[in-house]
């Protein structure tokens, strides 16, 4: 950032400026834009400013400043979430964390790093991997987001069916509190720490509980071996009854991801195609990984359930190139809609895994109700569904339908005992969708435990949870 | 229990009498007696009253009605906990769930079973077994200990580093609050619900926050095999330096236990000897599974590395009854205590990994300082030590020095960045020495949370914080 001269009388942005620098802080309205909102698109707000720390001591200051004088604010890392929760709804001073992206330490005898939150989450693992060593959590942004923010949606990834997500990888916290006091928790990597599990309770809090300056995470020694597997279904069932199948046998992989047919279509499209039929209606990217010994036995069962389930072809990865190849096809999946839509929703729904034909079905259904395609490319191993609803924002009402028809796919999950967000967050988002599957006394006892850290609901507000009294048909599975 | 006619005026005896049935309640002195201590035997009170609920509401009655008039109240399940966490400090009303023992539902398509608190441990195992699934976390006392208490203390054993503890596998809660209304948790054994984490903030939270009445838990396919390796070492740092590097090789074993001189002398001389030599220092048990495949690689390996550190001799079990001996060997090691002494105390430190070799030189310091040997029986994969203090409560003087001995043990733990708490909770016992690792900040944001959702501190109050004002030394790492 280069240094400019302050041009306003704002006494707030002065004070702000005071305390980062007056390189670190953004007030004009053409730099502000960029900061209007996130991955989701939908809401767009103008913070009031935008600060830049570089460490948590000015972290701390920025919320102190904030709390005494009243102003709404909020914490934002690259920006990449897909629910809206870096939103400034209320006009908030958006707290950014990008300069706080030093690499701390790395500890190999315990297995762990400390990390600013603004550091990405890929580079993590690059930083490691010449030892042997990688950072599990791996969302699809994992070359630009960072580990603040996934710790503040608690991300997931497609591997988290075998490693678990970024909760199950968080040792410690450094927390700046919503009135600038400034706690640690679990800050060395105990596995079962006494007292309540703050560390759980704010991983996953969507930025509304405290601001992440300080991040002790779980580093995995890499799989001395891993195979990867593609296999084209004519029947979207048969690969449903696959995934079932894999995981009865015993078989943990570490990804089972499925596409159907229209993301099929889009993936083929766009960046990185790999050559996939347009006629199957499903494939399955299926990996495993661990000791060199079983992974070959493992490999055959899976080919084999796979024959059993009428797969038309089966693959084996025959290297690191053709394997990196599929996945790059997979982890662009989501944008790759852009070529054959203008516009397209995320939805991020968790279903019970036998459940999976069903509310497949389902989807197709609220599709053809809406007249709007959605493509499916997901978490098959543990039920977290994404369908993509496919839309035209300038078509007018179109942007209405489409947040309506991926609401109803919420529904179909929780309806079948499943959950509204498998990774992505609530954020804005699915504030109103939590009626789903909370009732008002459990809502309650989440908003009690936010007023508690959050007494003048400063930070991060109106995010998270639904609005009281707004009413929304409440289906329980 | 035997039908019985109710021999009291107290009207709140009455009152309970009539929610749980008279021949459900104890108020006697004489049947109370059995009720004023868990496994953390050092201090000991008498309830007002024990009631045995049969279901939900009737324990959402009973809380109900001591909300209203203001008694003390707490949740009990087997008694097995070795903190105090059950004890009724303050002559609460202890509602026993033992008669909630009921194995709800079994889902093994969706690896997930239902329970009632009361359901022990063990049991769950056991139902699912003949079907090729089990219930991981093994505390040494599962064949009696409850699920229910195991959710209360997040409670480990020595399979969990692996497999995780407690709150890894609790996928879902039915909770009574304090106020007697009733929430449901993650009933649906969602990876990552929306909201803030409630489902790891009541697991383990000591009985402080709720009453557990309906638990969901993940079950898991049995490995397919399991070699077990039993290592006899000269030197303590060698058995101390196996554990690095086999952890260093990147092998996960399912349970890495180690067992110290007194350990071995009071195992041999106890119910379960397999004759282990009486002039080693230290012996490791180390188990492996997973897949057959790569398990004779892994074994190998593992006797590589003892050789490399001097093993005195090592040996792999060759039947599953030679596992099974070894195993109730080392699982019975508490109790064995009673072998060479008249009472003994039971800690339970963590500490990174690499610090083992430094931090049981010390508790052999303190050990020499107070006169009052220490045996060492002890997860020593994750660190988590169990430094035995062996005393003779009939000598004056000597229960309080066994006391400050175990509080010195858990502050050299802390001081290398470790915990006073692995799997055994605070409790009572440990409530002050939480200073070691929390500053006042870290401790009232948790209180603030129990006083939320415990707004009347009649649950299971006077623990798991320290009595405020009163003053510990506090030493960080």
């Known amino acids: 950032m280069r240094k400019k001269a302050l041009y306003t009388n704002d006494p707030h942005i002065q004070a702000l400026a005071q305390i980062v620098g007056e390189e670190a802080i953004l007030y004009r309205k053409e730099d502000l834009i960029a900061y209007d909102c996130d991955g989701f698109t939908v809401h767009r707000h103008l913070p009031k400013a935008v600060v830049f720390p570089k460490h948590t001591a000015e972290v701390a200051a920025v919320v102190k400043y904030c709390h005494e004088h009243d102003l709404p604010f909020l914490a934002r890392g690259a920006g990449t979430g897909l629910s809206g929760g870096a939103i400034p709804l209320n006009g908030e001073v ?38 042997g060593y990688y950072y599990a959590p791996d969302p699809s942004s994992q070359y630009c987001c960072t580990i603040g923010g996934n710790v503040a949606e608690n991300a997931g990834g497609a591997h988290c069916l075998k490693y678990g997500v970024t909760t199950n990888h968080i040792l410690g916290l450094e927390v700046v509190l919503p009135n ?12 079962d720490p006494p007292g309540y599990d703050l560390l759980g309770l704010l991983t996953g809090s969507e930025g509304t509980l405290g601001i992440v300056t300080k991040i002790t995470v779980r580093i995995l020694k890499s799989p001395e071996a891993k195979q990867t597997v593609l296999a084209y279904f004519d029947r979207v069932n048969d690969a449903s009854q696959t995934v079932s199948d894999i995981i009865s046998a015993g078989i943990v992989p570490a990804a089972l991801e499925m596409m159907d047919q229209t993301a099929i279509e889009a993936v083929e ?45 089966v693959k084996v ?34 279903i019970p895994r036998s459940k999976l034909p069903e ?13 709007l395609r959605i493509a499916n490319i997901f978490h098959a191993g543990d039920g977290n569904l994404h369908p993509l609803v496919l839309f ?34 609530v954020g804005i988002e699915k504030k109103e969708e939590m009626r789903f599957i909370f009732t008002d006394e459990e809502i309650t006892a989440q908003t009690n435990i936010r007023d508690v850290f959050n007494r003048k609901n400063l930070l991060n507000a109106g995010k998270l949870f639904p609005t009281p009294g707004r009413c929304v048909e409440v289906k329980r599975a």
């Open 180 to 191: 600038g006091e400034m706690i640690e928790i679990g800050e060395n990597g105990i596995l």
């Open 392 to 425: 035209d924002s300038e078509k007018p009402g179109e942007t209405e339908k489409a947040l309506a028809a991926g609401s109803e796919c919420l529904q179909a999950c929780a309806a079948v005992g499943g959950s509204i967000t498998g990774e992505h967050g």
């Open 359 to 371: 509310v497949l079905q389902q989807i197709q259904q609220i599709s053809e109700k809406y007249g």
């Open 269 to 313: 499209a766009a960046a990185f195609p790999v050559g996939h039929p347009n006629d199957i209606e499903a494939l399955l990217l299926i990996e495993v990984d661990g000791i060199s010994a079983g992974i070959d036995e493992q490999i055959e069962e899976i080919l084999h359930i796979c024959r059993t389930r009428n797969v038309r072809e």
């Open 94 to 131: 958006v707290i950014s964390l990008v300069r706080m992206k030093r690499l701390i330490s790395v500890d190999l005898e315990n297995r762990r790093a400390v990390v600013e939150p603004g550091f990405v989450n890929l580079k993590l693992t690059n930083s490691v991997a010449n030892r």
């Open 317 to 350: 990865a025959q290297d690191e190139q053709e394997r990196a190849k599929w996945w790059a096809n997979r982890k662009t999946g989501f944008g790759a809609m852009g070529a054959i839509s203008p516009d397209y929703l995320v939805q991020d729904g968790v």
